[in-house]
């Protein structure tokens, strides 16, 4: 059974850059499925961010593609998210997901993200 | 951007009660729906796909329907545990969009 964790700061300031990476275990990013970030802010509904795919390919949200940035480490078996010119508009609980035939089947626990001075 | 309008944005019902929640979405996505249930702290998790196909381990009192535009999750018996919040997300096309959620409350 895949699991992912997220981990990073759980405070950015603003104008600063979001940095999170999400190991993966029980599966391969390899493997032939995409691999996503979604948020949700507090209170609210949730977000597609953009997703990777094993070589490189990546999609992302066009309401945040000037800003994002998603990659792979396949020797560690990890996932990173950067986002970059982050205000108060952009704290929020972010997940990282597996993607399989679009339908996100997996997700980590999230992990909160405040962007604050 | 494919927009997806989830109805009603909270509901109350008691147990027993058949509850429906509907998700109409901007163009015909065929049957590309899936939905989410969501409990306080937790992330999503996935209940059927797409449509009307039960993820395992799913309870049978969950169902879906619906095609091209206009889609629904139905309840059929309410139980204490199913109280959390309902998302619909269309998987025709990207950016991959979620409907605005539904919390039912018991």
Redesign the interface.
């Known amino acids: 059974q895949v699991q992912l964790q997220e981990s990073g700061p759980g405070l950015v300031k603003p104008s600063g850059t979001l940095s999170l990476t999400c190991g993966v275990s029980g599966d391969s990013i390899n493997s032939i499925n995409w691999w996503?970030w979604v948020r949700q802010p507090p209170g609210k509904?949730?977000?597609?961010i953009g997703?990777i795919y094993p070589g490189g390919t990546t999609?992302?949200?066009?309401?945040l593609k000037s800003r994002v940035t998603i990659s792979a480490d396949t020797s560690k078996n990890q996932l990173s998210l950067k986002l970059n010119s982050v205000t108060a508009a952009d704290t929020a609980v972010y997940?990282c997901t597996r993607v399989a035939?679009?339908?996100?089947?997996s997700?980590?626990?999230?992990t909160l993200v405040t962007v604050s001075s | 951007d494919i927009q997806i309008t989830q109805s009603p944005s909270s509901l109350s019902a008691s147990v027993g009660d058949r509850v429906t929640i509907t998700c109409r979405a901007s163009q015909s996505i065929g049957t590309y729906l899936n939905w989410y249930q969501q409990k306080p702290g937790k992330a999503p998790k996935v209940l059927i796909s797409p449509t009307s196909n039960l993820q395992s381990g799913v309870p049978s009192r969950f169902s879906g329907s619906g095609s091209g535009t206009d889609f629904a999750l139905t309840i059929s018996s309410l139980q204490p545990e199913d109280s959390a919040t309902y998302y619909c997300q269309q998987s025709y096309s990207t950016p991959w969009t979620f409907g605005q959620g539904t919390k039912v409350e018991i």
Do not use: R
Not at chain 1, 107 to 110: R, T
């Open positions: 996503s509904g949730l977000e597609w997703e999609n992302y949200n066009p309401s997940y035939h679009a339908l996100f089947d997700w980590g626990p999230g």
